[in-house]
């Protein structure tokens, strides 16, 4: 196992000083799932919900999020991204939210945050047709770059 490298000799948090690495290109995808069910899956498809272009909407909040990263999660220093992107796949009952960050240092929490606000502001925008919506499954899809290599997950949604 790895030494841990967010925290100090006594066991208590510290920002790790990164000021010495190297600027390499990185990036990272993440989803999240809405379950939205088949009322509200229709009352999207016929354009009949409450609070306007909720994927629009959506897509904003999750790139306005991802550029909050720091301000939210502990330790978690601020980045200038280079990329954000967040898609969106409508299914038969559920929503598919991918995200993508791009920078010069680890991005996988700004993927990962940018996934959960977009689907969370999904739930908002929807909640007045239904409370049984379940934002589920937010993960880290893959990354690339940095100090601990590559990864994909092997059970990707296409």
Not at 136 to 157: M, P
Request: net charge positive; aromatic share 2%; with cysteine.
């Amino acid at each position: 196992m790895n030494k841990l490298t967010h925290l100090e000799r006594r066991g208590l948090p510290r920002m790790v000083d990164v000021s010495e690495k190297p600027d390499t290109l990185r990036e990272a995808e993440a989803e999240a799932v809405l379950w939205v069910g088949s009322d509200v899956m229709s009352a999207i498809h016929h354009g009949r919900t409450p609070k306007g272009n909720i994927f629009e909407t959506a897509r904003l909040a999750g790139i306005m999020a991802a550029k909050r990263t720091s301000e939210l999660i502990p330790l978690c220093r601020p980045l200038n991204l280079s990329h954000v992107s967040v898609d969106m796949q409508v299914l038969d009952e559920e929503i598919v939210i991918r995200t993508k960050a791009r920078n010069a240092t680890g991005v996988e929490m700004e993927a990962l945050m940018a996934a959960s606000v977009a689907g969370l502001t999904l739930y908002d925008m929807l909640k007045a047709l239904s409370k049984k919506m379940r934002l589920d499954g937010a993960r880290l899809i893959a990354k690339s770059g940095g100090r601990s290599g590559d990864y994909r997950v092997e059970d990707n949604r296409n």
